[in-house]
């Protein structure tokens, strides 16, 4: 591997002129010590490239033969957008640099200028792309090293090593002025992870929640920009957008992933500008909102299908969050299980009740289609029936018949230990419990406790008990 090659990505340069071409390769070698170029004069073979190679940043000629710049940067911004174009022309006219912005170019420089000039723009998008491929690296690292968490994790409860890993990324990001998407099936706690972000965060502002699952593109565009009076019949007052309300804070566009495709349009341009009018207003306004989106569907799907814009999805997901399914976190079952039930007693004025141990083998083998919510109303109305001791397996009887064919019983008289085996005795068995407890709870104490059916405090005696003298 050559270890003098700048940047670590390749950056293409197109233009059918051979001698500009060589003389642009030299100039940026000079000034930005870039030299992973490739170097390209037939506009056709463009996207063949782009295909093969690990290219991120493109130069473009603007007038070529076959293929012309503007219609290369449409396709370029459609097929790759993670790659950054920028325009080298030999044409000086406002209108084909503006026209080249708005197909998505990152920008516009003609062929007489400046050299370092030139230089300084395409450090400034190396930079950006270099930066980009530092957040991913980041985000790999966190998802694999575990800190010490943020009080506003608290409420999420799991001792799942996903989502510790989930609340990791998030302490990292919650300040970033970028796009956060969280994506997971219905019902997982997105919204709860969304409250954990504007807590984590040192937004002063509100976070202002929007499913814009029902608005159809006048209604989303009311909700959001809000409207100027006398914009439409019946606007007898001006209203401010939830996009006002969100100032200083965050606006969560629940069900992002049913956004019909003319609203897709608006928001986009409401990503890439800062800026949006009001209905009925030329004046524009800035966002001062960082913007969350959730959706329980799967985007890359809608995207294949054209139902979700390429562009937007990936200025959506720069910060990425992704929940597990609740079947897919077992570990979390019992816990979440008896966090509802207590939220219940104390609702419906009753004393706890008992968590029989098959009703946990029935739960851990059923798929919660509806995840946490579904468990949170099996809780709950299982408690509304609830007189005293164990809880009833009759409330669970729509979940049996969901897992047919488990045999509860063979599950609760497996032995523990193999017949032949040497049994541990009492006093390490204990220990190991409370090892093992600790290590699923990330040294959780609360959640430890509550693992092991004993007092935090009685555990915390158990742990100053097993470190050694000082
Ligand atoms: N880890 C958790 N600990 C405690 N409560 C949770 C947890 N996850 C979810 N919940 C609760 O489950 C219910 C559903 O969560 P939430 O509304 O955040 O899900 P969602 O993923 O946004 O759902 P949807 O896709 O339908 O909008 C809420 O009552 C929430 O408080």
Same mark, same amino acid.
């Given at each position: 591997?050559?270890?003098?090659?700048?940047?670590? =990505?390749?950056?293409?340069?197109?233009?059918?002129?051979?001698? =500009?071409?060589?003389?642009?390769?030299?100039?940026?070698?000079?000034?930005?010590?870039?030299?992973?170029?490739?170097?390209?004069?037939?506009?056709?073979? @463009?996207?063949?490239?782009?295909?093969?190679?690990?290219?991120?940043?493109?130069?473009?000629? !603007?007038?070529?033969? #076959?293929?012309?710049?503007?219609?290369?940067?449409?396709?370029?911004?459609?097929?790759?957008?993670?790659?950054?174009?920028?325009?080298?022309?030999?044409?000086?006219?406002?209108?084909?640099?503006?026209?080249?912005?708005?197909?998505?170019?990152?920008?516009?420089? &003609?062929?007489?200028?400046?050299?370092?000039?030139?230089?300084?723009?395409?450090?400034?998008?190396?930079?950006?792309?270099?930066?980009?491929?530092?957040?991913?690296?980041?985000?790999?690292?966190?998802?694999?090293?575990?800190?010490?968490?943020?009080?506003?994790?608290?409420?999420?409860?799991?001792?799942?090593?996903?989502?510790?890993?989930?609340?990791?990324?998030?302490?990292?990001?919650?300040?970033?002025?970028?796009?956060?998407?969280?994506?997971?099936?219905?019902?997982?706690?997105?919204?709860?992870?969304?409250?954990?972000?504007?807590?984590?965060?040192?937004?002063?502002?509100?976070? @202002?929640? &929007?499913? @814009?699952?029902?608005?159809?593109?006048?209604?989303?565009?009311?909700?959001?920009?809000?409207?100027?009076?006398?914009?439409?019949?019946?606007?007898?007052?001006?209203?401010?957008?939830?996009?006002?309300?969100?100032?200083?804070?965050?606006?969560?566009?629940?069900?992002?992933?049913? !956004?019909?495709?003319?609203?897709?349009?608006?928001?986009?341009?409401?990503?890439?500008?800062?800026?949006?009018?009001? @209905?009925?207003?030329?004046?524009?306004?800035? $966002?001062?909102?960082? $913007?969350?989106?959730?959706?329980?569907?799967?985007?890359?799907?809608?995207?294949?299908?054209?139902?979700?814009?390429?562009?937007?999805?990936?200025?959506?997901?720069?910060?990425?969050?992704?929940?597990?399914?609740?079947?897919?976190?077992?570990?979390?079952?019992?816990?979440?299980?008896?966090?509802?039930?207590?939220?219940?007693?104390?609702? =419906?004025?009753?004393?706890?009740?008992?968590?029989?141990?098959?009703?946990?083998?029935?739960?851990?083998?059923?798929?919660?289609?509806?995840?946490?919510?579904? !468990?949170?109303?099996?809780?709950?109305?299982?408690?509304?029936? #609830?007189?005293?001791?164990?809880?009833?397996?009759?409330?669970?009887?729509?979940?049996?018949?969901?897992?047919?064919? !488990?045999?509860?019983?063979?599950?609760?008289?497996?032995?523990?230990?193999?017949?032949?085996?040497?049994?541990?005795?009492?006093?390490?068995?204990?220990?190991?419990?409370?090892?093992?407890?600790?290590?699923?709870?990330?040294?959780?104490?609360?959640?430890?406790?509550?693992?092991?059916?004993?007092?935090?405090?009685?555990?915390?005696?158990?742990?100053?008990?097993?470190?050694?003298?000082?």
């Amino acid at each position: 591997m050559n270890t003098n090659t700048y940047p670590s =990505f390749q950056v293409l340069i197109c233009d059918d002129d051979d001698s =500009f071409l060589r003389s642009i390769s030299f100039a940026i070698e000079r000034y930005c010590g870039i030299n992973n170029i490739i170097q390209c004069n037939d506009s056709r073979e @463009v996207l063949g490239k782009l295909n093969d190679g690990d290219i991120r940043v493109v130069l473009l000629d !603007l007038n070529m033969p #076959h293929i012309s710049g503007d219609e290369l940067i449409a396709q370029i911004t459609e097929l790759h957008p993670h790659i950054s174009v920028l325009i080298i022309s030999g044409i000086n006219q406002v209108e084909a640099a503006v026209k080249c912005i708005k197909l998505g170019a990152y920008g516009y420089h &003609v062929k007489t200028e400046d050299p370092e000039r030139l230089s300084n723009s395409i450090m400034q998008v190396i930079r950006y792309q270099e930066l980009n491929l530092e957040n991913q690296a980041m985000r790999g690292y966190l998802l694999e090293n575990q800190t010490s968490l943020h009080p506003a994790f608290s409420k999420i409860i799991s001792v799942n090593h996903q989502m510790h890993s989930v609340f990791n990324y998030i302490e990292s990001i919650s300040n970033s002025q970028q796009p956060i998407l969280i994506t997971g099936e219905s019902g997982v706690g997105k919204e709860l992870i969304a409250r954990a972000i504007h807590e984590t965060s040192s937004c002063s502002g509100e976070l @202002v929640c &929007v499913n @814009v699952a029902g608005l159809d593109d006048n209604l989303f565009s009311d909700t959001l920009f809000g409207h100027k009076k006398g914009a439409f019949t019946g606007a007898e007052q001006a209203r401010k957008g939830m996009i006002e309300r969100a100032s200083g804070g965050i606006l969560f566009l629940d069900e992002i992933g049913d !956004l019909n495709l003319a609203s897709q349009v608006k928001l986009l341009r409401l990503l890439q500008e800062g800026e949006y009018y009001p @209905v009925g207003s030329d004046t524009p306004k800035r $966002i001062n909102a960082h $913007i969350i989106a959730a959706t329980h569907q799967n985007l890359l799907t809608k995207k294949e299908n054209g139902e979700f814009r390429n562009d937007l999805y990936y200025r959506l997901k720069i910060h990425h969050v992704n929940i597990p399914p609740l079947r897919e976190r077992k570990q979390d079952i019992a816990l979440l299980l008896e966090h509802f039930l207590t939220l219940a007693a104390q609702e =419906f004025n009753k004393p706890l009740a008992n968590i029989p141990k098959e009703l946990l083998i029935l739960l851990e083998n059923y798929a919660f289609p509806g995840n946490i919510r579904e !468990l949170r109303a099996m809780a709950f109305d299982a408690m509304s029936t #609830h007189q005293s001791g164990d809880l009833s397996m009759k409330a669970f009887e729509s979940v049996r018949s969901a897992v047919p064919t !488990l045999d509860i019983q063979a599950q609760l008289s497996k032995p523990l230990f193999e017949s032949s085996s040497t049994l541990p005795t009492l006093k390490q068995a204990a220990e190991l419990l409370v090892a093992e407890a600790m290590k699923r709870a990330n040294s959780n104490q609360s959640l430890a406790a509550q693992l092991l059916g004993i007092s935090q405090p009685a555990l915390s005696k158990r742990l100053k008990k097993g470190q050694p003298e000082s």
